[in-house]
């Protein structure tokens, strides 16, 4: 039966499908009960017969002709209305009829049949929709029925869509919107801190309070209040300008403002102002209003005769632009006649400067406050959030600043405190315009810090920015500064320090007065030590023991190692006086030691001489041992070539001579500190 | 002292001039080396114009500044930035006489800059006079638009031939115009 279809020979074209359905009777029936269809047929009969073949060639028999009774037809075509069938006359079931409705209308009937099966297919519907979507969006135009229909589709595919493909909608979004957000963010930070900071400050001046009292009479919020008096601008050039020409009429700069030719300034801002309608806002009323650079404004106000143009650095109060205007057009009424017949002649409008010299304000905030805003904002939010509370401030520094020229001034006097500061050696200062002012400084450690100087003087002590590179200063303040860190120097010693020369007087103890002396000679700065005005109290006991033990005068009978008896006791108090000074001396961290020279006279043989001699000496060791003592000590048995006594008579010394003063021993006594063992501090 | 008013203008005559002319007929080089001139070559060609000033002393003593405005160079002058010409009191326009196209733009800025600025004092200059061998604008031509009562200079930006005559003209011509007011 699929056969009998697609097999069936070159289906006839349109037209005869035509000609075929006007010569039947059913026709005019069919055209108005299917009026969807007959509009349809007209394009898209052709279309649907040829892509069709195919497609229900690859279906089952559907399109055979006993499928096509109406029964058949119900059963199988659920999606057309049965009304649509219901409405149709009723066929009389005549086989007959029947029969030769099949084979009068078999090709028809199958059309028919193709028709309803590709309307109701949802793929050919889709397909069919698809290629008109657009044009019928189009017809809507704007119909509001049709986005109220939309919306409701559109919003849930948006929030679908966002929810699975938020990445990709962030990575859009971010680029375009993340600039603005963060300026806006920073904006708004900023001038809350400002705005904060403000308030804060001011809420402790007389000022403050008068400003309150403003807020009260005037009914404005205290923030505002603040803000109108607190903002910072300097008007640095105002122009009057002829509209038309671009040439100036009156030209006015705040004092020491560097300017460009102001003939040629105001030509440029009136080309640019051509410029920038030409090129964005062409046939636009409006006016350029103001040019932004940095920390410059230019404000232009503009009539079309005359405009005013205001150069100025910082934040004007809102109404600065207002108060402009009024003027403008002050002097556009002055001025009317000269104006209108302006020809190049300046000379009309010399009283111009008159109206605009007002407007050449200097406002200047305190320049504490000036200086990077954040630095002063920060500090104190912090202060109120971790305090909770504020400190005080002080204003003494701060109401001397009330001048850029006072500041100026004040600025030159903390420099000058700076360069006075013993080891602060000042090598760079510099000021970028407005800026705050840079020191660069060389600092020995032990000077004081920059910042300390500065506050001890009155000033902020972050005033400058200052930079600081360590060096070793020779400033003589800074190396008795070095010194005293160095030594130690007690309440009993006073020291002087001149041209390289440091000199100490007064009583220390002797360890003191040794190390200091060593460390003091290495200290960058100082050339000579002068130690010598510095005594121990105990030196001078100590003098006077060994000076005893060295002076004792103790003899020996003829050929005896044991003193005579009147110098026994005299040697016994000796030893005594050594021991105690042993104690003495280590003590305070020293060492003692004994040298012992023993002498015999001249009678006898030499050898025994020395050997009677060294045995005087063994005497001493064996009593200082004998009393505990553990003094080193060092024995000569010097024989008798030192005699003692004078040479009676000029006899030659040669001569051999019983002698009890030459029978003697002789002791000398060293002092030294350990670290510097040899070195004997006594100096006698 | 820092509130301290300076009143920079004196009283004095002020001109705006402008200067137009095809594509490197000299009009810059022109006045390069009789003007003083703040603003570099670069507004020329973004802004579209360059400013520049010159004050010169006419016969009678008075002191005139001309402001002038110096417009680029276009080839199709309806390009011109009408903007800039209004409130001209007089103007240039620039030929280069080794290309005789040039002399037809400047004939051609002269009608459009007095339509637009109205009867202005104006003169034309032809420039690269030291190069009057190899003019291609004749005499002839030049004397048809002298007939045509157009102030014609043979100037040259090189030698400065005829250019700082060719300001005073103008500034008299203007000066002349302006007590007509």
């Given amino acids: 039966m699929t056969d009998t279809l697609s097999a069936s020979p070159s289906p006839p074209g349109d037209g005869e499908a035509e000609s075929l359905h006007s010569a039947l009777p059913l026709e005019t029936q069919t055209d108005e009960d299917f009026p969807a269809l007959s509009a349809e047929s007209s394009y898209s009969a052709p279309d649907i017969g040829a892509a069709d073949t195919s497609a229900m060639a690859e279906k089952s028999s559907v399109c055979s002709p006993e499928d096509l009774a109406p029964s058949a037809r119900e059963g199988e075509a659920p999606s057309i209305s049965p009304d649509l069938w219901n409405d149709l006359p009723e066929i009389p079931n005549d086989e007959e009829l029947q029969r030769l409705r099949e084979l009068l209308f078999q090709r028809e009937l199958a059309i028919i ?10 793929r050919q519907n889709a397909k069919r929709v698809s290629e008109v979507v657009a044009e019928a969006l189009l017809l809507r135009g704007d119909d509001n029925r049709l986005n109220t229909a939309l919306e409701p589709a559109v919003n849930a ?3 679908t869509s966002l929810n699975r493909h938020q990445s990709d909608f962030v990575g859009v979004l971010f680029p375009l919107m993340g600039p603005s957000i963060r300026k806006s963010i920073a904006e708004t930070f900023r001038s809350m801190l400002e705005g904060f900071s403000k308030s804060l400050e001011m809420s402790f001046s007389w000022k403050g309070l008068r400003w309150r009292l403003e807020a009260l009479r005037t009914g404005k919020p205290f923030s505002e209040i603040v803000l109108l008096h607190t903002l910072a601008y300097r008007v640095e050039q105002l122009f009057f300008i002829h509209s038309e020409t671009g040439l100036v009429l009156s030209h006015l700069t705040n004092g020491g403002v560097g300017t460009q030719d102001a003939d040629m300034v105001s030509a440029m801002l009136t080309a640019i102002q051509d410029f920038v309608r030409d ?30 143009a205001c150069v100025l650095r ?15 057009e002050t002097m556009l009424i002055e001025f009317a006649e000269p104006l209108e017949s302006f020809s190049g002649d300046t000379a009309p409008f010399t009283g111009a400067a008159r109206h605009l010299e007002p407007f050449l304000i200097t406002r200047y905030q305190d320049e504490g406050q000036k200086l990077p805003w954040w630095g002063k904002a920060l500090p104190l939010l912090a202060v109120l959030v971790l305090a909770g509370g504020i400190g005080t401030f002080s204003y003494h520094a701060r109401e001397l600043r009330q001048q850029q020229a006072a500041h100026m001034s004040f600025m030159q006097a903390g420099l000058d405190f700076l360069r006075k500061e013993p080891g602060l050696t000042l090598t760079h200062v510099s000021q970028a315009a407005n800026g705050p002012w840079e020191v660069m400084l060389l600092k020995d450690d032990l000077a004081k810090a920059p910042g300390d100087v500065l506050q001890a003087q009155g000033f902020q002590p972050d005033a400058f920015l200052v930079e600081t590179i360590p060096y070793i200063s020779y400033d003589p303040s800074i190396v008795a500064r070095r010194v005293k860190n160095a030594i130690d120097l007690p309440p009993t010693v006073t020291m002087h320090f001149s041209q390289g020369m440091l000199t100490f007087t007064g009583t220390a103890p002797l360890a003191w007065i040794a190390g200091a002396k060593e460390t003091a000679r290495t200290l960058p700065g100082v050339k000579q030590v002068d130690m010598s005005g510095v ?11 060994i000076k005893s033990i060295e002076s004792a005068d103790i003899e020996f009978p003829l050929g005896k190692a044991i003193p005579v008896a009147t110098d026994i006791s005299k040697l016994a108090a000796a030893v005594d006086t050594l021991v105690e000074l042993e104690k003495l001396v280590s003590g305070i961290g020293f060492t003692l030691s004994l040298t012992i020279y023993g ?6 043989l030499e050898t025994r001489n020395y050997e009677i001699s060294q045995d005087r000496t063994r005497t001493v060791a064996a009593m200082l041992y004998a009393r505990g003592s553990s003094i080193p000590i060092a024995m000569y048995g010097m024989g008798s070539q030192y005699p003692k006594g004078e040479k009676p008579n000029g006899q ?16 000398r006594v060293h002092i030294a500190r350990p670290a510097t063992s040899g070195v004997d501090i006594f100096t006698r | 002292m820092f509130n301290a008013v300076q009143l920079c203008r004196c009283t004095m005559i002020n001109k705006k001039i402008c200067m137009l002319g095809a594509f490197s007929v000299g009009k810059t080089s022109l006045v390069a080396q009789y003007v003083h001139s703040v603003f570099s070559d670069k507004y020329l060609s973004t802004v579209g114009v360059k400013i520049s000033k010159k004050t010169i002393a006419v016969d009678d003593g008075q002191e005139v500044t001309l402001v002038l405005w110096d417009m680029e160079g276009r080839d199709i002058f309806t390009n011109v930035n009408v903007s800039y010409l209004r409130g001209a009191m007089g103007f240039f326009v620039v030929a280069d006489g080794t290309r005789a196209e040039t002399l037809d733009t400047a004939l051609e800025l002269r009608s459009l800059v007095l339509d637009q600025v109205g009867a202005v004092p104006n003169a034309l200059l032809v420039n690269k006079a030291d190069l009057a061998d190899q003019w291609e604008i004749t005499e002839s031509r030049l004397n048809q638009a002298s007939a045509e009562g157009i102030a014609v200079f043979r100037t040259s930006a090189k030698t400065g031939q005829s250019v700082e005559e060719a300001f005073r003209a103008l500034a008299e011509a203007m000066l002349k115009a302006g007590r007509n007011v």
Avoid at chain 1, 113 to 122: A, I, M, V, Y
Avoid at chain 1, 315 to 323: C, I, L
Avoid at chain 1, 599 to 604: I, M, Q, R, S
Wanted: glycine share 6%.
């Fill in chain 1, 535 to 545: 005594k121990d109290p105990l030196l001078d006991r100590i003098t006077a023991m």
């Fill in chain 1, 314 to 328: 910082g934040t004007p109060p809102s109404d600065f632009r207002e108060g402009l205007r009024a003027t403008l």
């Fill in chain 1, 113 to 122: 049949q193709r028709l309803k099966d590709s309307l109701n297919d949802p």
């Fill in chain 1, 279 to 308: 090129c964005f806002a062409s046939g636009s009323e409006g006016e350029l209003e103001s040019l932004h650079l940095g920390d410059f404004t230019i404000i232009i106000e503009k009539y079309s005769k005359a405009y005013l």
């Fill in chain 1, 652 to 667: 030659a010394a040669s001569a051999p001579k019983e002698d009890q003063a030459s029978r003697r021993i002789e002791l």
């Fill in chain 1, 157 to 159: 595919i948006l929030k």
């Fill in chain 1, 599 to 604: 002498h015999a006279d001249a009678t006898g």
